[in-house]
């Protein structure tokens, strides 16, 4: 049985804002910035104190938003794989196959490097991408996603909410919104046990508060990232229990 895919989630960030967004998000996770690589010096990793890394940031010439990698050893089978599900390809980067989901999300097949794992140390933590998808695409896109990346679908707490988890791996939450139609897009989600005195935290770094729900706020960034501070414990993933 082949290992599942590694996801890396990359944080699009229009140029102009870079060196915020990336201050900010290091402070956010506790995660150390390195070296800036590529021919523009546009990307860079967000490595943690264990475990791999899997948050990238990304200078880019158009607004805020998140794509994903597609770690596997075996890229063309990979590549195959998403064609006969529904993907198709958008472009080439060097050797790397940039792809769209069968409802618009971009995401890229890349090289799988050893055995990856995530760890958690109880702390906050950036540990889930939510695929927000209109509802004429739910179907076909929650089938795409748990096909490709081979995780287990589960239902989520939530309407209009499941889930992809598999152990030690970064995990995909699928939302369904109310708008019928438009391309699939996503924003990051951080697991926290204390999301009123994070969010307070967050704002002190720049953030401003966009929504209140019932069990997450939603936050904007520096750079315009809008993600989510969520209700659940960092040491599992899952929705803590309220007293």
């Known amino acids: ?23 900010f998000w290091s402070a956010v996770t506790g995660w150390t910035p390195s070296e800036r690589r590529g021919e523009d010096g546009q ?18 010439d158009r607004p805020s938003g998140i794509h994903l990698d597609l770690d596997t050893a075996d890229r063309p089978a990979s590549i195959e794989q998403a064609r006969t599900l529904g993907a198709t390809t958008a472009w080439s980067y060097h050797d790397v196959e940039v792809m769209r989901s069968p409802g618009g999300f971009l995401f890229c097949q890349t090289l799988r490097d050893g055995a990856p794992a995530l760890v958690r140390d109880g702390s906050t933590i ?8 209109p509802s004429s695409s739910w179907d076909v896109e929650v089938a795409f996603w748990r096909d490709l990346t081979g995780r ?5 707490t939530a309407p209009g909410f499941a889930r992809l988890v598999a152990p030690d791996q970064p995990r995909l939450l699928l939302q369904r919104l109310g708008e019928g139609d438009g ?3 996503a924003h990051p989600d951080l697991a926290t046990s204390d ?20 069990y997450w706020t939603v936050l904007s960034a520096p750079g ?3 993600y989510c501070l969520t209700d659940r414990d960092p040491l599992t993933g899952v929705v803590s229990p309220r007293g």
């Open 152 to 156: 287990e679908l589960q239902e989520a």
């Open 183 to 185: 391309p699939v897009r």
């Open 224 to 226: 315009g990232q809008v």
């Open 195 to 214: 999301r009123a005195g994070d969010t307070d935290r967050h704002v002190e770094l720049g953030a401003s508060v966009v929504g209140v729900h019932a």
């Open 43 to 60: 990307f860079l990793t967000l490595v943690p104190p264990a475990g791999s890394a899997y948050v990238k940031v990304q200078a880019v």
């Open 126 to 133: 950036l540990d889930q991408v939510c695929l927000d998808i």
């Open 1 to 23: 049985m082949r290992p599942l895919p590694w996801i890396q989630v990359f944080l699009d960030t229009p140029a102009a804002a870079f060196d915020d967004a990336v201050a």
